[in-house]
């Protein structure tokens, strides 16, 4: 039987087993930006919009979300996913998938059905994790200063 994978609110102890996954991930460790994202996330935003996942007792990833009213010329309010990593050693256990879904039932607890998140093109491996949850190129297209 598989070892289930427990969804939980993110807390300010989470700071250091955040920074660790994005440190194994990217190779840059912020630990001053975390402390300051997860500040925001405990005091303005909705509590069941920032995510821990636990497994073996030990937190194995994160989401960062948002919800957004109104944005962008958008009806209704839209649920954002900001981020969500993974420890590189707990990958490909369902560990990502059980973090979007506890979102996107949250979200829809609280009246939302749009979920929406923004990927790089050039970000092959996020671009086939999120196809793979259930979600399709939307009709949002993105523009930057040039
Ligand atoms: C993408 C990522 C979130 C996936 O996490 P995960 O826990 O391994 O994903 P899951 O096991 O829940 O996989 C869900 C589905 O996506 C697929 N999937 C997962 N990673 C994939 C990848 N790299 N490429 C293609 N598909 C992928 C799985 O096969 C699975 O599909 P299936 O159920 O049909 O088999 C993880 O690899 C990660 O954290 N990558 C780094 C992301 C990043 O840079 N974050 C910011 C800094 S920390």
Redesign the pocket.
Same mark, same amino acid.
Do not use: Q
């Given at each position: 039987m598989s070892k289930s994978i427990y969804i939980r609110a993110l807390h300010a102890e989470d700071l250091a087993a955040i920074v660790d996954?994005?440190d194994r991930?990217?190779g840059i460790a912020r630990p001053e930006y975390w402390k300051e994202r997860i500040e925001l996330s405990e005091s303005v935003r909705p509590h069941w919009a920032s995510l821990i996942a636990e497994l073996d007792n030990r937190v194995v $990833? /994160?989401l960062f979300g948002k919800r957004g009213e109104l944005e962008f010329g958008l009806p209704g309010t839209i649920a954002w996913i900001e981020?969500? $990593? +993974?420890h590189?050693a707990? &990958?490909?256990? $369902? +560990?990502? &998938? =059980?973090?979007?879904e506890q979102f996107t039932s949250s979200a829809g607890d609280h009246g939302i059905k749009n979920i929406f998140t923004l990927v790089s093109k050039d970000?092959? =491996?996020?671009e086939? /994790?999120f196809?793979?949850?259930g979600f399709a190129e939307g009709k949002l297209v993105h523009f930057q200063k040039i």
């Open positions: 996954i994005e991930t990217t $990833g /994160f981020i969500i $990593g +993974v590189p707990y &990958r490909h256990k $369902g +560990v990502a &998938r =059980e973090l979007v970000n092959k =491996e996020m086939n /994790f196809a793979k949850v």
